[in-house]
Each structure stands twice: as structure tokens, then as C-alpha cells.
Nanobody, 125 residues
Framework: QVQLVDSGGGLVQAGGSLRLSCAVSGRTFSTYVMGWFRQAPGKEREFVAHIKWSLGSTYYADSVKGRFTISRDSAKNTVYLQMNSLKPEDTAVYYC??????????????????WGQGTQVTVSS
């Protein structure tokens, strides 16, 4: 089992920044991929970014590329999502997710077995 606890959400003005954190615990996850997803009201949950825990290699959705950065701190067992130049359309509940590396981009909800509880991000115009 892997446990994930999301935090760091809040209210920010357009153009501002936030950093989300995901504390990871449980079984060995060195071979896992850690992802961030988001879900806006009335919409499906969508992929934002992921990082391979062992290699640190990253993959982003086109909508956030160049604005968001995913990273991990192995010493703290924490994954981060730095969000810059935020837009009102970034408003959503953000979820951390994890599962074994499938050696290809993992952008679908069903590819992740473990999820955090979510943290609300609201961007005002």
C-alpha cells in the first residue's frame, strides 16, 4: 500500500503562484510514477504531470507545459507541483496519484491505483 496526502492549495490571483505538496508513505515506491491530476466542477479528472520517482524524468500536459513544474524530494518522500502564471481555468481540485511505472506516459486515471484526498486550487481573475 502507498499512502498519499495532498496539501498546499488555496486562493490566488491570476498570474500568481502556488506550490502543492504530496507526502508519500508506505511500501517501497522507488519504481513508481507519481502523478498530479485535477478536476474542475462538472468536468472529468484530467492529467497534469508525472514524474518517475527513481529517474526524476517528467511528463506534462500541453495545457501546463512551461508554467508548472513537478519535482520530488527523495529525502522527504514528497512530490511537489510548482504552479506559476496561474489562470482562472486552472481552478480545480488537484490530486496526487501513484502507481508502478509502465514504461510509457501514464496520463489516464485508471492507470493509478493510489490517490491523495485532493486539495482545492482557486484562481481569481
Amino acid at each position: 500500500q502507498v499512502q498519499l496526502v495532498d496539501s498546499g492549495g488555496g486562493l490566488v490571483q491570476a498570474g500568481g503562484s502556488l506550490r502543492l505538496s504530496c507526502a508519500v508513505s508506505g511500501r517501497t515506491f522507488s519504481t513508481y510514477v507519481m502523478g498530479w491530476f485535477r478536476q474542475a466542477p462538472g468536468k472529468e479528472r484530467e492529467f497534469v504531470a508525472h514524474i518517475k520517482w527513481s529517474l526524476g524524468s517528467t511528463y506534462y500536459a500541453d495545457s501546463v507545459k512551461g508554467r508548472f513544474t513537478i519535482s520530488r524530494d527523495s529525502a522527504k518522500n514528497t512530490v511537489y507541483l510548482q504552479m506559476n502564471s496561474l489562470k482562472p481555468e486552472d481552478t480545480a481540485v488537484y490530486y496526487c496519484a501513484a502507481d508502478r511505472d509502465r514504461m510509457r506516459p501514464m496520463t489516464r486515471v485508471y492507470e493509478y491505483a493510489y490517490w491523495g484526498q485532493g486539495t482545492q486550487v482557486t484562481v481569481s481573475s
